[in-house]
């Protein structure tokens, strides 16, 4: 009933609020049973994961003014309500995944090909970022050169390690979200895969991934990397 993409996107930040609680608040969670009831409802389980597909898809083209970081929002969440739904109700819908791939393979395939985009996509923004954030942690090592800065080029410098922070954060969890979906949708949609030679653009990907990993290992190699949760070996 509601065709506006970004509209229905919307939808995904009660789902998520309601399953999984906020992202500032992770122990406030609306669950309850009547949140249970719904999933145990026929007409939810039957049409849950095409909305969910349907609004991966529809991102690519939210029609907002950042569109191009609001898509990768939405699908976060997408991500986010998919990985929930497998590790609590996985009896349930990795039937309904299978039945859905089998019957819209036109779509499934549409949305993987998407999934894998963006993973190649956040590969390359997180390496970015993270090479950024080691050449300010070199600059600040050497202190001869950090002090060498005016007070307003050190500022500067503090002002893009805090960017670069955040947006390291943010791609580790899309990256997370993004590879544990590909994982349970490799396993329960094997035959999918390999019928439509999937496999071998996912086998692509991960050697995208490897080879990018490896090629910049030196100028990734920053301190505390349990900052943020980075941990590539």
Same mark, same amino acid.
């Given at each position: 009933l ?6 229905? /996107? ?12 906020? $992202? ?6 609306? =669950?309850?049973?009547?949140?249970? /009831?719904?999933?145990?409802? +026929?007409?939810?389980? #039957?049409?849950?994961i095409?909305?969910?597909?349907? =609004?991966?898809i ?12 609001? $898509? ?5 969440? =997408?991500?986010?309500t &998919?990985?929930?739904?497998? $590790? ?5 819908? @990795?039937? @309904?995944? &299978?039945? !859905?791939?089998? %019957?819209?393979?036109? +779509? ?11 993973f *190649? ?5 997180? &390496?970015?970022?993270?090479? %950024?954030? @080691?050449? !300010?942690q070199?600059?600040? +090592? #050497?202190?001869?050169?950090w002090?060498?800065? /005016?007070?307003?080029? @050190? ?9 670069? +922070? ?5 791609? &580790? %969890?899309?990256?997370?979200?993004t590879l ?8 329960c949609?094997?035959k999918?895969?390999l019928?439509?030679?999937?496999a ?6 991960l050697?995208?991934?490897? #080879? %990018?990993?490896?090629? *910049? ?17």
């Amino acid at each position: 009933l509601i065709h506006n993409p970004y509209l229905r /996107s919307q939808i995904f930040d009660l789902i998520l609020y309601s399953f999984i609680g906020h $992202k500032s608040e992770p122990h406030l969670k609306l =669950v309850t049973s009547s949140t249970y /009831s719904i999933l145990k409802s +026929d007409f939810v389980q #039957d049409n849950l994961i095409m909305c969910l597909i349907r =609004v991966f898809i529809d991102a690519e083209r939210v029609g907002t003014s950042n569109q191009f970081y609001e $898509k990768f929002n939405i699908r976060n969440k =997408v991500l986010q309500t &998919i990985e929930h739904l497998f $590790k609590k109700h996985e009896d349930v819908f @990795k039937d @309904k995944v &299978i039945t !859905y791939a089998e %019957q819209n393979s036109e +779509d499934t395939t549409k949305m993987l090909t998407l999934l894998m985009n963006d993973f *190649n996509y956040i590969i390359e923004e997180l &390496i970015s970022h993270l090479s %950024q954030i @080691k050449t !300010y942690q070199d600059l600040k +090592d #050497d202190e001869t050169k950090w002090n060498e800065l /005016s007070d307003e080029e @050190k500022q500067r410098e503090e002002m893009k390690f805090q960017e670069n +922070d955040r947006m390291v954060k943010t791609f &580790i %969890q899309m990256l997370n979200h993004t590879l544990n979906l590909l994982v349970v949708l490799c396993s329960c949609l094997q035959k999918f895969f390999l019928r439509l030679r999937l496999a071998e653009r996912l086998a692509t990907s991960l050697n995208y991934c490897l #080879d %990018q990993f490896t090629h *910049n290992s030196k100028s990734i190699n920053i301190k505390n990397k349990e900052t943020y949760e980075f941990n590539p070996i």
